[in-house]
């Protein structure tokens, strides 16, 4: 039987749940899993893995097989996308889509980074923001690195003083903020 990949709604945070209800039952299952970097209240940057697509699980099954329509009755699944109305339609996922989406993330080791809140390299020269602390808000040039630090000329008591903080802290300054600058 030729089995094709449907999308699953599930439940508020059931992604999980769902997929192993339905392994259990017989069903392949997959979900694409994302890192997102996120700030906490303290400032610090912590990385999340979460679902790419939060709320939704993937599930391959034949059409032809009746069995399937046992998936609506699955421990965190709302419907199949594309059936909210009709249960004997459900919308498949094209084949290229689903080869892109597996190619993707054998490039990335499985997981997707998503587009991340700061740069992953910061150079001497850079024109960078503070995104918070005591200066925030104020562009600064970026003088030296010293791994996980890195020295900034800040104004400071009208004179510029070097001061060294956390990469964590800063982020490359917009473009706006670059032509204001200059």
């Not at 996308?81 to 990335?108: W, Y």
């Amino acid at each position: 039987m030729a089995c094709t990949w449907y999308v699953a709604k599930t439940k508020p945070s059931a992604e999980e749940l769902a997929s192993r209800d339905l392994a259990q039952q017989g069903f392949k299952t997959f979900i694409p899993m994302s890192k997102v970097e996120r700030r906490r209240r303290d400032g610090l940057l912590v990385m999340n893995v979460r679902p790419l697509f939060v709320g939704y699980t993937f599930v391959s099954f034949d059409r032809r097989d009746p069995s399937w329509k046992k998936i609506y009755s699955t421990n965190g699944v709302m419907y199949l996308v594309g059936s909210e109305r009709e249960r004997e339609n459900p919308t498949s996922v094209p084949e290229r889509q689903m080869a892109r989406l597996f190619s993707r993330l054998a490039e990335h080791g499985g997981i997707i980074p998503l587009d991340l809140s700061r740069p992953r390299k910061i150079a001497p020269g850079d024109l960078v923001k503070i995104l918070f602390g005591p200066y925030r808000d104020q562009v600064s040039t970026v003088q030296e690195i010293h791994g996980s630090r890195v020295d900034v000329l800040l104004r400071f008591a009208g004179a510029q003083r070097r001061s060294r903080l956390s990469v964590d802290c800063v982020g490359i300054a917009p473009e706006a903020l670059r032509a204001a600058v200059r």
